[in-house]
């Protein structure tokens, strides 16, 4: 591609923000030209509106952007959005009426009946359902990528699902970085766990019902299966780790599911999409991995970890699933996703 796509972040002066500008650092197809945030910032070099939040410094080619209102008018055809929930279901309807392909990491529109919750390896057909959107009388589209956790649960249970998944049992044990900046207070977090994240239990359930399911005749079906999730947060870093108990139809033997994972490949490695992991789910074979802290950066934070598949005394299965969730549950998740549109012929060269 002789001349990049210029592309804008909604909410790019916040935690998730940041992490799209620091994805986007050398992408060969997008290049980070337009910012927006709120009225706080809006007209402030973006150096001057926002305090960086992640390692390093603040990448030099965006520092002297000037921050835009929230608004559509000179923004570019791609935008990646990480606002405030409180204010992204307008705002980002707003760009998708003007013509704006809006690539969202908030919640607000995930679970709409015409708006795909993408994980490209698993769902990439879900595209399908587009063009209801037009309906809407939306020039433009929106897509979403689910919560953090719910995406380590989808791409571990992805390749499972030829064996007929019927019922999952999930606990996580969730990263500090999942809860934003500043987030829990250290004298809450330290050697302690918090067994509560606001709403994170009934998104996890919902959401996996419909990434799993299927898009046909123009609407989606939830995949038939219940979903119970536990959710806690933990005092690790970066890194969702997930213990996960699932049932099928009928049980597959340990080699089966060994062969499943390993084989497991998706729309994004066929098409060599630039941040796709080579293999999406990694299977590893020690008693005591993954772990966060050793494992959660390997393949750029895009891969899912699987280990510790074992009997199951109450469901058929057990294992253990991780995955990096500020980048393959946030900015790296959305950012597949625009490639995936890209390679589909949804965004203009
Ligand atoms: P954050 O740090 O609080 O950032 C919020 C962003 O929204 C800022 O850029 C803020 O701009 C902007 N904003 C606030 N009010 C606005 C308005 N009226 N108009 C336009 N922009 C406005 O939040 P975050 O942690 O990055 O989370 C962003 C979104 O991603 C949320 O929907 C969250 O649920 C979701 N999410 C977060 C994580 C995570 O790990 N933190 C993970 C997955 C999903 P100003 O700086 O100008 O106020």
């Not at 390093?56 to 209102?69: Q, R, T």
């Not at 769902?123 to 359902?129: F, K, M, V, Y």
Request: with cysteine.
């Amino acid at each position: 591609m002789s001349q990049k796509i210029k592309v804008g972040i909604l909410g790019a002066t916040g935690m998730v923000g940041q992490q799209f500008i620091n994805f986007l650092q050398g992408h060969p197809w997008f290049e980070v030209a337009w910012l927006g945030a709120s009225d706080r910032s809006a007209g402030k070099k973006y150096r001057d509106a926002t305090v960086w939040r992640l390692d390093g410094v603040m990448p030099p080619g965006v520092a002297d952007l000037v921050v835009n209102e929230s608004k559509p008018d000179s923004a570019p055809q791609l935008m990646f959005s990480a606002m405030d929930a409180s204010v992204a279901t307008e705002i980002e309807r707003a760009f998708a009426e003007a013509g704006h392909v809006v690539v969202s990491n908030s919640r607000n529109h995930r679970m709409e009946p015409d708006v795909p919750l993408l994980v490209p390896e698993v769902n990439a057909d879900h595209l399908r359902i587009l063009p209801r959107q037009a309906d809407r009388g939306w020039k433009g589209r929106i897509v979403t990528n689910p919560n953090c956790s719910t995406v380590v649960l989808t791409m571990g249970l992805a390749p499972l699902k030829p064996f007929g998944i019927t019922k999952v049992m999930v606990t996580t044990m969730q990263a500090l970085s999942g809860a934003g900046y500043p987030g829990h207070a250290s004298f809450d977090m330290n050697a302690n766990v918090v067994p509560f994240i606001k709403n994170e239990e009934p998104k996890m359930e919902s959401e996996t019902q419909k990434i799993l399911g299927e898009c046909n005749g123009g609407a989606f079906q939830d995949h038939p299966m219940r979903v119970s999730a536990a959710c806690n947060r933990v005092q690790v870093l970066d890194g969702h780790t997930e213990t996960v108990a699932v049932e099928f139809a009928r049980k597959p033997s340990r080699e089966d599911l060994l062969k499943a994972f390993a084989g497991f490949r998706g729309v994004p490695q066929e098409r060599e999409l630039p941040s796709a992991p080579p293999c999406p789910v990694v299977y590893m074979p020690e008693d005591d991995r993954p772990q966060p802290r050793r494992d959660v950066n390997r393949f750029n934070g895009m891969s899912v970890f699987v280990g510790r598949l074992r009997d199951c005394p109450v469901f058929h299965w057990k294992f253990l699933a991780m995955g990096h969730n500020t980048v393959r549950g946030a900015a790296g998740a959305a950012v597949l996703n625009a490639e995936l549109l890209k390679s589909e012929g949804l965004i203009d060269a």
